[in-house]
Nanobody, 125 residues
Framework: QVQLRESGGGSVQAGDSLRLSCGTSGDTYTGYALAWFRQAPGKEQEWLAAVRSSDGAPYYADSVKGRFALSRDSAKRTLYLQMNNLKPEDTAFYYC??????????????????WGQGTQVTVSS
């Protein structure tokens, strides 16, 4: 199984940027997918972005498209989430997730095999 560890969260002002990191270790899968989710207090978990090893193309939820960007460093086995123009409504706990293979819809949490512990992002107005 893949182990995931997020870092890079913190407290920022509206309009600032943050880059989250998701380091992976353990098993490696040839057909894997990686994703970022977040969960704000009192709200359901929300899928943000994902990438599949098969095509390497990033996929984004409409809520973050144009502001958030995925990148990967394969040598470091790390997935990054660059978050720009942050808004107070971006305040949430951010998690990365991994699946052994692509199962379809990215936003379904049961499609993901491993989860990190998460990192808190707080955006003040």
């Amino acid at each position: 199984q893949v182990q995931l560890r997020e870092s890079g969260g913190g407290s920022v002002q509206a309009g600032d940027s943050l880059r989250l990191s998701c380091g992976t270790s353990g098993d490696t899968y040839t057909g894997y997918a990686l994703a970022w989710f977040r969960q704000a207090p009192g709200k359901e978990q929300e899928w943000l972005a994902a990438v599949r090893s098969s095509d390497g193309a990033p996929y984004y939820a409409d809520s973050v498209k144009g502001r958030f960007a995925l990148s990967r460093d394969s040598a470091k086995r790390t997935l990054y989430l660059q978050m720009n123009n942050l808004k107070p409504e971006d305040t949430a706990f951010y998690y990365c997730a991994a699946s052994e293979y692509y199962r379809g819809a990215f936003d379904l949490t049961h499609h993901w095999d491993s989860w990190g512990q998460g990192t808190q992002v707080t955006v003040s107005s």
